[in-house]
């Protein structure tokens, strides 16, 4: 009985104590130290050969260099223009199949579904009402595309760019592969970041740009314009999953200039230079080595060599593309996997975000 009252006693003075300290204090909140990379692809046709170099390529290297990468099909973006819902629908599993096939690896990244992930679309609202309308309408690509649209461009149009600055931030992510088209969007994740953090606090991380080593791959037809998929000159591009022959009748019809000796002259030989890009690009070698090692060669056999290089970058890709398209129940797991992921990761970061914001 003693012993038990002792015990008591001892309890007592132990709660009384804790009273008078009070609550433990809360630790300081850490800054985030993960390296987050994150980038985007719309499911609008098969990738062609500028998309690879300029980004597919680089993308699977990242996987080895940073801890977490986030590589997203953005269904919602290819809807500012109008859509055939049972193509995109189709669309989308053909571009899974096309990036599993050039080297994604859902074990070391996360491949997804923008659509799938609703905290996408949330953040972009928040971010959209913090965005005033003459920077929207002062971009590059708007001003492009709407001239193009005339009076037919579309809200969603001028505010994709916001949706595009949600994706990135609602990973907190710290990287971002771009092309050279893109740094003013860039520009805007990083204002809108900025933004953010001035009303509410420190909370997004700034993205910095990775730039793509490789330069834009010109269109076969007109070597001052980029290769673009919506080109009318079928000519023009080269897609990932063109046959042999296709490729070859695409580089012989190519547009180089009267001058039949191969050199790396941008400025005044683009087209041959653009052969000479792609040349250097697909096979790993610089582009001395393949100047030097075209001497004496004329364009036209020049161009069918290049062709060669292209048929055998994607020959092993092509036939794992067709092999991956057969099985849909495979893609759309893969997806839904993936988009399971990335949620585990939005979900937090946009908790804290609503709570920042003022609602419940």
Known sequence: MALCSVRKAR????????????????????????ERVFSGIQPTGIPHLGNYLGAIESWVKLQEEYDTVLYSIVDFHSIT????????????????????????????????????????????????????????????????????????????????????????????????????????????????????????????????SILTSMKKVKSLRDPSAKMSKSDPDKLATVGITDSPEEIVQKFRKAVTDFTSEVTYEPESRAGVSNMVAIHAAVSGLSVEEVVRSSAGMDTARYKLLVADAVIEKFAPIRSEIEKLKMDKDHLKKVLHVGSAKAKELAYPVFEQVKKLVGIL
């Not at 990244?109 to 309308?133: A, D, K, P, Y």
């Not at 929207?136 to 809200?155: F, P």
């Not at 592969?177 to 900025?194: F, T, Y």
């Open 81 to 208: 223009i109008p859509q055939d819902p049972s193509v995109l629908q189709q669309s989308i599993l053909d571009m899974t199949a096309v990036l599993l096939a050039c080297g994604i690896n859902p074990e070391k990244s996360i491949l997804f579904q923008q659509s799938q992930v609703s905290e996408h679309t949330q953040l972009s609202w928040i971010l959209t009402c913090m965005v005033r309308l003459p920077r929207l309408q002062h971009l590059h690509q708007w001003k492009a595309k709407a001239a193009r649209q005339k009076h037919d461009g579309t809200v969603g149009l001028l505010t994709y760019p916001v949706l595009q600055a949600a994706d990135i931030l609602c990973y907190k992510s710290t990287h971002v592969p771009v092309g050279e088209d893109q740094v003013q969007h860039m520009e805007l994740v990083q204002d809108l970041a900025r933004s953010f953090n001035q009303k509410y606090g420190e909370f997004f991380p700034l993205p910095k």
């Open 11 to 34: 309890e007592c003075w132990s709660f009384i104590r804790a009273l008078h300290k009070g609550p433990a204090a809360t630790p300081a909140p850490q800054k985030d130290s993960v």
